[in-house]
Each structure stands twice: as C-alpha cells, then as structure tokens.
C-alpha cells in the first residue's frame, strides 16, 4: 500500500550518538555525540530515554518559537518500548508508541505524515532510538557475559534521531511512503540479520515502484537501515534475481555510520537509529545543498524477539519506504 502526500514537510532535525558513532566518518554532521555509553545515567536504559530527551530538547531549540507537537509518535527495540514511554513522560506531548523492530523509523514517518496530510494534526515529533548494550541484553546476552559473536553479525547503534513534521513548506518534502509486507525466508540465526531482512527491503521497494509507475532510476540515491555489508550484497542479488531491478544508486546505512576497516563494528551498524541518524545528519544535508534531489528510505526490521529465537523458529522480517525529495 502507497501513499501520496500533498502537503507534508520535514521542518528540522535533531541527532544524538553515542561514543562508536561520535568517532565514525559522519561525526562531524551529529549534534551531539557522548563519550560514554551512559549517558550520565546508572543504566542502559535510562541511557536510551536521556538520549531520547537530549535529542527533542536540540530539536525544539532550532525550532525556537514552536515548543510542543500535536503528536510525538515514538520508537526504540526495549521490551514495551520503556525508553519511549519514560522520556515521553518528560516530553509531555500526546504519545503514540509504536513497534516494528528497525523498520520502526520509517514507519513513524508515514504515521505522521498520514495524519498530517489528512488535516488530522498540522505537526508531529518523531523519535527513533537504540542502545547497543541496551539491545544486546534485549535480543543475545548482556555485552558483559564477553559472549563471542558471529563475524558476519552486525553492530546496534547508539543514538536517537528525532523529526519535526509539518504542513507548513520547508526545502525537505516527504513525497509518498509504501507499507511493507511480512516476509520469512526461514533463516533462524539472531546473528545474520541482513540475511533476515534483506528480502523484505527488496518486496517493499518493487512494491512502491509498481505502486508509483516509477523505475529504480527515478531515485538519486536507495538507502536501506541496517542490512550490513552481506545484507546490502543480498538485497543487490535478491532484487535482481527476483524482481529485475538493478539497484545502482544504492547504499546501506549500516555501512555508511562506522569505519568498517577501523572500528570494532563486525559487518556494520544496526539498530532502529541507524537509518535515521545518517539521514538526518549527512543525507538531509547532501538534499539541502543540491547533491541529491529525490531519496527513497528503506528501514529494514527483524521481528523477533528472545523467546522465539530460544526455540529456534525462523525469523519474520519487514520493511517500509518513504520517499524524499527536495523541494523545488
């Protein structure tokens, strides 16, 4: 399913890192980047909601004369989304909570957008957020245990991305998204993700082009969350193999927020920020100069939690695309 949207608009932006990401390529076109993983807090998740309020407070700061949204519409991957809900009890701002793993990211944005070109709400704050230690508690074990890990896994980021929606014209317009489809390919290893969501990424991305009447060139840049560097070679294969697109002008962001020759990343990033903090950073900014004009994101999701990976079931994927475009 595609929408079209007439009248929605990204005013600005905001981005918060952890250490890892602070030292990574794109360092430079973060807000704010921590030195520890804490946060000045005791734990990882309260780490995860101070990042999440440190991230609004920047973005309410640019904004200036707006300081409240109609709606925060807010994602991260702890059980109940317990890092929303508490930095959302600081926020103060209606809140709807949603989940949908890592594609979460982009899945706020149609929400928002939605409403907004429905005249429902004329502003949205969206918030995406992830914790490495946080998430590896969540999903594996607890990064103290010194678990060894599969070389081919990948690395959750740490940070929060946080979007100021409305209907009032910025140089940033949100274009159409696509909802996507639940795939299971019945990979069962919690370690190879990219394995895991890669086909999900290809269905949502011939599902818009079809939806649209659109071929893959209309896109200056295809930029999927956290496939990793065997995940993006997947999707490139898959999508080719099983829907005859040549992705060209393509990227991962998984691959584009860490040094993958210098950092101790593994295959690359992860997590529900990561998409969204190198767009909101260095790929918002490339549009605002003229580099790219028309950006199609994917954010990649792997439904699973620790439970069913205990009893060794496949792992269900899903991704959802919006699609950006620099206004003219």
């Known amino acids: 399913m595609t929408f ?30 921590y030195k520890d993983l804490y ?54 701002i209606p809140l709807i909570g949603i989940y949908s793993a890592c594609a979460s990211s982009t899945l706020s944005l149609i929400l928002a957008s939605n409403m907004i070109d429905a005249n429902q709400i004329a502003t949205a704050l969206v918030t995406s957020s992830s914790h490495n230690n946080g998430a590896e508690k969540q999903f594996r074990n607890p990064v103290e245990y010194g678990g060894p890990k599969k070389d081919y896994t990948t690395f959750t ?110 295959k690359g990033g992860s997590g529900i920020a990561c998409l969204p903090l190198v767009t909101y950073s260095y790929i918002l900014d490339k549009m605002k100069k003229g580099k790219l004009k028309k950006v199609l994101l994917v954010a990649t999701g792997a439904l699973m939690n620790q439970t069913m990976c205990n009893q060794h079931l496949s792992i269900p994927s899903i991704a959802h695309a919006i699609s950006l475009e620099a206004s003219k």
């Open 157 to 266: 980021t740490t940070g929060c991305a946080s979007c100021f929606l409305s209907n009032t014209p910025s140089s940033i317009k949100v274009e159409s998204a696509t909802l996507g489809t639940v795939c299971d390919m019945g990979v069962t290893d919690v370690f190879n993700m990219g394995a895991v969501m890669a086909p999900a990424a290809a269905k949502v991305i011939s599902d818009h082009l079809s939806d649209t009447g659109r071929t893959i060139d209309y896109y200056d840049l295809v930029l999927t969350g956290d496939l990793g560097l065997i995940g993006k070679k997947i999707l490139k294969e898959y999508i080719k193999e099983e829907y005859k697109i040549s992705l060209k002008n393509y990227d991962d962001s998984a691959c584009m927020i860490f040094d993958l020759n210098k950092q101790p990343v593994y």
């Open 4 to 33: 079209k949207y007439n009248n929605v608009y990204i005013n600005e932006v905001s981005t918060v890192t952890g250490p890892y990401e602070g030292k990574g390529p794109l360092s430079k076109y973060f807000d704010k980047s």
């Open 39 to 92: 946060f000045n807090e005791k734990t990882w998740e309260q780490a995860e909601s101070a990042c999440i309020c440190e991230s609004v407070n920047i973005l309410f700061n640019k904004i200036k004369n707006i300081n409240k949204a109609d709606v925060h519409i807010g994602s991260d991957l702890l059980n109940q989304i317990v890092a929303t809900n508490y930095a959302s009890a600081k926020i103060n």
